[in-house]
């Protein structure tokens, strides 16, 4: 079957695209930091600009907003369908399914259905595109203390086609909630485990794929003292006391918040998360194995959901005792994307800075892999 034109040219530019970042991310030191960095600044711009195309998830977040704040209808009751005059509505790809993000993103939503319908798509691309950004000037940031090529990390988190395309082009909240992580993130290293805890609690509740990295650096924050003049077993027992305390503090009062705005009701996007899982997307892992091997679907999801278990298993054992909680974040991350059998191109975004950070070429060697397996994602061959 041939292409259509306009599929097939994005096809190719897709593949150029991703040369290039891999030319980008290899010779970063030699293009130097003022080339690098426009070329981050000008394509994040630029695919903020322009329409979403290759999935409308975006007009379901306004949709969402506008059900809430427009309709008086509580978005993780009632899908879009609710309000079908709704001029977000002819937009919307899932037109019965209630929200599955969780209650911080819906909340400052909200704000948007002030707006026509167009003009906060473009809002949302805007934040998509600055969070990209903030993200990658942390990596760059944290590159430094770990011994890693700062330009080359940053290149490697913004430039990448599956985010420039998907996670920016196609204002996937994705991005805030992974700017909200990468913030727990660099809290660890900055001695403020408070902060970290506090941070990984909001990420949770803009999108709840985001708390992967938690529990490793709680081990982490656990087993690594931050000030070696302090005898290192009080150190750790209150730096992960700390931690434990601000995030707990954090979402006790976000749930307060929640309740207050939808009741209980906003659990229901955590159920709808992990109901997925009961999905597959055609270019899975999972899906693709069992396509070539002739196996049932079931089948090969239900063993790789076992093989991820036993990966986080040995990651948490390897933390423990001492090992790089970053890195196994960055390993858990990415065996979530493995493993998953709903696996969409933005997704790959969510281990990416922690990849970037890893010190591990051969985790950055298989996010690549994964990268060039998922170009033909979504694309409307």
């Given at each position: 079957m041939s292409l259509s034109p306009s599929p097939a040219l994005?096809?190719?530019?897709?593949?150029a695209g991703f040369t290039g970042y891999l030319v980008v991310v290899r010779w970063s030191g030699r293009l130097g930091r003022r080339a690098v960095w426009t070329a981050i600044v000008v394509l994040l711009a630029t695919f903020a600009c322009l329409p979403p195309s290759l999935s409308h998830d975006v007009y379901s977040y306004v949709d969402y907003s506008r059900l809430g704040a427009l309709h008086g209808i509580d978005p993780y009751l009632r899908g879009p369908a609710a309000a079908p005059t709704d001029p977000a509505f002819s937009h919307v790809d899932w037109p019965h399914t209630p929200s599955a993000y969780g209650p911080v993103f819906t909340l400052v939503t909200y704000p948007l259905a002030a707006l026509p319908?167009?003009?906060a798509v473009y809002v949302l691309k805007a934040v998509s595109a600055a969070a990209v950004l903030a993200v990658a000037v942390l990596v760059s940031r944290l590159a430094a203390r770990r011994g890693v090529e700062s330009l080359a990390a940053a290149a490697f988190v913004a430039l990448?086609?599956?985010?420039?395309?998907h996670v920016v082009g196609g204002a996937h909240n994705d991005a805030l909630a992974v700017l909200v992580m990468m913030l727990g993130v660099a809290a660890v290293p900055a001695a403020r485990p408070a902060a970290a805890g506090a941070a990984f609690a909001v990420a949770v509740a803009v999108k709840a794929s985001a708390g992967f990295a938690a529990p490793f650096a709680l081990l982490g924050v656990a087993r690594q003292p931050f000030d070696s003049?302090?005898?290192p077993a009080r150190t750790n027992r209150r730096a992960a006391g700390a931690m434990l305390l601000g995030g707990l503090l954090a979402a006790t009062a976000l749930?307060?918040?929640?309740?207050?705005a939808f009741g209980w009701n906003w659990l229901h996007a955590f159920g709808l998360a992990s109901a997925d899982q009961a999905h597959t997307s055609h270019l899975s892992v999972p899906t693709t194995i069992a396509r070539i091997a002739g196996i049932g679907k079931g089948t090969a999801s239900s063993a790789a959901l076992a093989l991820l278990a036993g990966l986080v298993a040995w990651l948490l054992v390897w933390t423990w005792r001492g090992g790089d909680w970053l890195r196994a974040a960055a390993w858990a991350g990415t065996g979530l994307l493995l493993a998953t059998s709903?696996?969409?191109?933005?997704?790959?975004?969510?281990?990416?800075p922690l990849v970037a950070l890893s010190r591990d070429r051969n985790l950055k060697l298989l996010v690549l892999a994964l990268t060039a397996f998922q170009l033909a994602a979504r694309i409307p061959l």
């Amino acid at each position: 079957m041939s292409l259509s034109p306009s599929p097939a040219l994005g096809y190719a530019l897709l593949w150029a695209g991703f040369t290039g970042y891999l030319v980008v991310v290899r010779w970063s030191g030699r293009l130097g930091r003022r080339a690098v960095w426009t070329a981050i600044v000008v394509l994040l711009a630029t695919f903020a600009c322009l329409p979403p195309s290759l999935s409308h998830d975006v007009y379901s977040y306004v949709d969402y907003s506008r059900l809430g704040a427009l309709h008086g209808i509580d978005p993780y009751l009632r899908g879009p369908a609710a309000a079908p005059t709704d001029p977000a509505f002819s937009h919307v790809d899932w037109p019965h399914t209630p929200s599955a993000y969780g209650p911080v993103f819906t909340l400052v939503t909200y704000p948007l259905a002030a707006l026509p319908v167009g003009v906060a798509v473009y809002v949302l691309k805007a934040v998509s595109a600055a969070a990209v950004l903030a993200v990658a000037v942390l990596v760059s940031r944290l590159a430094a203390r770990r011994g890693v090529e700062s330009l080359a990390a940053a290149a490697f988190v913004a430039l990448n086609p599956l985010v420039l395309v998907h996670v920016v082009g196609g204002a996937h909240n994705d991005a805030l909630a992974v700017l909200v992580m990468m913030l727990g993130v660099a809290a660890v290293p900055a001695a403020r485990p408070a902060a970290a805890g506090a941070a990984f609690a909001v990420a949770v509740a803009v999108k709840a794929s985001a708390g992967f990295a938690a529990p490793f650096a709680l081990l982490g924050v656990a087993r690594q003292p931050f000030d070696s003049a302090v005898a290192p077993a009080r150190t750790n027992r209150r730096a992960a006391g700390a931690m434990l305390l601000g995030g707990l503090l954090a979402a006790t009062a976000l749930a307060v918040g929640a309740y207050l705005a939808f009741g209980w009701n906003w659990l229901h996007a955590f159920g709808l998360a992990s109901a997925d899982q009961a999905h597959t997307s055609h270019l899975s892992v999972p899906t693709t194995i069992a396509r070539i091997a002739g196996i049932g679907k079931g089948t090969a999801s239900s063993a790789a959901l076992a093989l991820l278990a036993g990966l986080v298993a040995w990651l948490l054992v390897w933390t423990w005792r001492g090992g790089d909680w970053l890195r196994a974040a960055a390993w858990a991350g990415t065996g979530l994307l493995l493993a998953t059998s709903w696996l969409l191109p933005w997704y790959l975004i969510w281990p990416l800075p922690l990849v970037a950070l890893s010190r591990d070429r051969n985790l950055k060697l298989l996010v690549l892999a994964l990268t060039a397996f998922q170009l033909a994602a979504r694309i409307p061959l």
